[in-house]
């Protein structure tokens, strides 16, 4: 694991690091100890390491005396994109402008985004783990669902795991094989995931203990107290 | 308001109450003032208003800065039971010896109860706002939701309500007219209720914020964990 840049603000130290060519970032309270608890993030489709979403979950687990860890996906952020990506982003962009259903290829995409992108999370993890040694959680939606239901998968150290906002489609016969605790967040008016296929999604987790979070509104509106929750959850699993 | 009785521990105040020949609990902070916000706790069925669920979520409620009251249901705690109330509990407790389905019964006795139970609810707010006047909600699972989603279709002065446990039969038409937030708990594996039941009953409100917690287990498996999310949703709607 090799640091290339540091920096801290407001009791966060924010350190970006590469794993291979992965460029990833790890967030602890700038007094932390090896033995934390660590979540790493997947962000979402089209976003990157350092997102909103990401900086701002990562300040939540960081207060709630967790490290947190993200990196980029294949394709996103400061990774080259390769041909095919191109051609996948090109078909989605057509898809919304048309109007067309955008579901069938953020699918297809999003799972072969995931064959490349989980073991880059597993050789992260392997290096994380020299720095970080506690127990392990995995927070993602939308994309970070369609890669970390396969990560889960064939993780073991993973602990617990927050997703959502995902179709069923391509990730039921992954998520059978999951038997850690989840908490699965989706839109009860998502305009583009039909609602019983995110049913479908969280009934497939073989986990005894998991919590569905339905909240009305469209895909774009989760509520904000949502990450607060997967906070919670990843105290009671993780600490 | 009849005051009958007092007491305090820990920083709670707890008064009994009667209104007409209804026996109520009023629980406050000790060093309570008149202008906080009110939950009024609907028990479960067979159970009463001092039962543990009842008392613990006071305990919670107050914590957190709200008045909490509970009254007995008709024909529960310390009322009397008419000889209906006799007959159908004869019906359930057979239907629960014999392992036949009780949903039936209880779906039609407890709709019976709510025509009695709301304007018992009603009369008691009433003299309730005369000690606490700020915003108010009401918190019942099981029987509580059977009695509250009428009582909450009635009545304006709640302002959110957290239900959950129950069937969607009776409850659905009554369900639409209900537009305040809503927290809604069921059970994923519940051996009562199938499943789609209370999908339908949380599909049924017309509340633009509701939202679904599902959580893995049997109709009496509830994580505890639950209560304190309904505290937290009381919190960001009542103050």
């Given at each position: 694991m090799n640091f290339t840049a540091s920096t801290s603000y407001d009791g966060v130290l924010e350190r970006d690091f590469t794993v291979g060519d992965v460029p990833g970032v790890l967030w602890t309270?700038?007094?932390?100890?090896?033995?934390m608890p660590l979540v790493l993030l997947g962000h979402g489709g089209?976003?990157?390491?350092?997102?909103p979403a990401m900086t701002g979950r990562a300040r939540l687990l960081v207060d709630a005396g967790f490290a947190a860890a993200c990196i980029d996906a294949?394709?996103?952020?400061d990774r080259p994109r390769t041909a095919h990506d191109e051609r996948e982003i090109t078909l989605m962009q057509q898809a919304m402008a048309t109007g067309e259903p955008v579901g069938p290829i953020v699918v297809r995409y999003n799972a072969h985004l995931a064959e490349r992108a989980v073991p880059e999370w597993q050789a992260t993890l392997d290096a994380l783990q020299d720095v970080i040694d506690g127990p392990v959680g995995y927070f993602g939606l939308n994309m970070g669902t369609a890669i970390g239901v396969p990560l889960t998968a064939v993780?073991?150290?993973?602990?617990a795991a927050a997703f959502g906002l995902f179709w069923h489609d391509n990730l039921v016969e992954t998520a059978r094989k999951i038997t850690v605790p989840v908490e699965f967040a989706l839109q009860w008016d998502d305009e583009h995931i039909p609602r019983e296929s995110g049913l479908a999604l969280f009934d497939a987790?073989?986990?005894t203990q998991k919590s569905l979070h339905a909240n009305t509104g469209?895909?774009?509106?989760?509520?904000?107290?949502e990450a607060d929750s997967a906070v919670r959850f990843f105290v009671r699993h993780l600490m």
């Amino acid at each position: 694991m090799n640091f290339t840049a540091s920096t801290s603000y407001d009791g966060v130290l924010e350190r970006d690091f590469t794993v291979g060519d992965v460029p990833g970032v790890l967030w602890t309270p700038v007094n932390a100890t090896e033995h934390m608890p660590l979540v790493l993030l997947g962000h979402g489709g089209g976003r990157h390491k350092k997102a909103p979403a990401m900086t701002g979950r990562a300040r939540l687990l960081v207060d709630a005396g967790f490290a947190a860890a993200c990196i980029d996906a294949p394709g996103h952020g400061d990774r080259p994109r390769t041909a095919h990506d191109e051609r996948e982003i090109t078909l989605m962009q057509q898809a919304m402008a048309t109007g067309e259903p955008v579901g069938p290829i953020v699918v297809r995409y999003n799972a072969h985004l995931a064959e490349r992108a989980v073991p880059e999370w597993q050789a992260t993890l392997d290096a994380l783990q020299d720095v970080i040694d506690g127990p392990v959680g995995y927070f993602g939606l939308n994309m970070g669902t369609a890669i970390g239901v396969p990560l889960t998968a064939v993780e073991p150290r993973i602990a617990a795991a927050a997703f959502g906002l995902f179709w069923h489609d391509n990730l039921v016969e992954t998520a059978r094989k999951i038997t850690v605790p989840v908490e699965f967040a989706l839109q009860w008016d998502d305009e583009h995931i039909p609602r019983e296929s995110g049913l479908a999604l969280f009934d497939a987790f073989s986990s005894t203990q998991k919590s569905l979070h339905a909240n009305t509104g469209a895909h774009k509106e989760l509520p904000r107290f949502e990450a607060d929750s997967a906070v919670r959850f990843f105290v009671r699993h993780l600490m």
